[in-house]
């Protein structure tokens, strides 16, 4: 029986969600496995890959073949190096503790790359965010110039109205009594 191993799709319709499994090359994509080795979530920024490194080793060193997509996965998590460093201890290249330190360096370099894009990403969402509050402080500024004008024109308009309504008025105060005087001469 030939194993792969390979994803099994889970999830809904457009947020896919994968289990790391190997199962028999023969068995549907989603069907009957022998182990679940981890899981895969690429809806995440970078993708979440939980993977059980020790059982995938086993399964490596069983002839296990991965599928394109679950090597490069195997890969990101250093399982096909921990494989290889397996490989150097059987043939005595070097010892165990020295595959194992070797390993944990990698992994300790990967953790940096890792967390480096992760700081990136939460300074680039905070500068976005930043722009995003100083061009609505902006729009505030305008919309408040434009009610203080807009304000400012109605209450000149009505002072305007007032002197107009004053004017008229005294105008027709003097107009009344120039009628009473011209009744009285009468």
């Known amino acids: 029986m030939s194993v792969k191993i390979r994803l099994q799709r889970h999830g809904k319709k457009g947020k896919p969600f994968y ?15 022998l182990e ?31 599928t394109d997509t679950a090597r490069t ?12 460093l397996a490989g150097g201890v059987r043939k005595g290249a070097f010892s165990e503790e020295e595959a194992e330190k070797k390993f944990q360096a990698w992994l300790d370099e990967k ?9 990136g990403l939460a300074k680039s969402k905070a500068e976005e965010a930043a722009k ?12 408040k110039a434009a009610v203080a004008e807009a304000e400012a024109a109605a209450k ?16 027709s105060e003097d107009t009344a009594a120039d009628e009473a005087t011209e009744k009285t001469a009468e």
């Open 73 to 84: 996965l195997l890969s990101y998590k250093g399982v096909l190096l921990k494989h290889h």
């Open 19 to 33: 289990w790391i499994v190997a199962a028999d090359a023969r068995s549907k994509r989603d069907g009957k496995f």
């Open 132 to 143: 995003a509050l100083q061009a609505e402080k902006e729009v505030n500024e305008k919309r």
């Open 156 to 171: 000149a308009e009505q002072e305007a109205a007032a002197a107009a309504a004053e004017v008229s008025e005294e105008v």
């Open 111 to 119: 953790a940096g790359l890792i967390n480096a894009k992760v700081d």
């Open 36 to 66: 679940k080795l981890g899981t895969y979530n690429p809806n995440t920024n970078p993708a979440t890959v939980d993977l059980d490194v020790d059982s995938s080793v086993k399964w490596l060193q069983n002839g296990a073949q991965p």
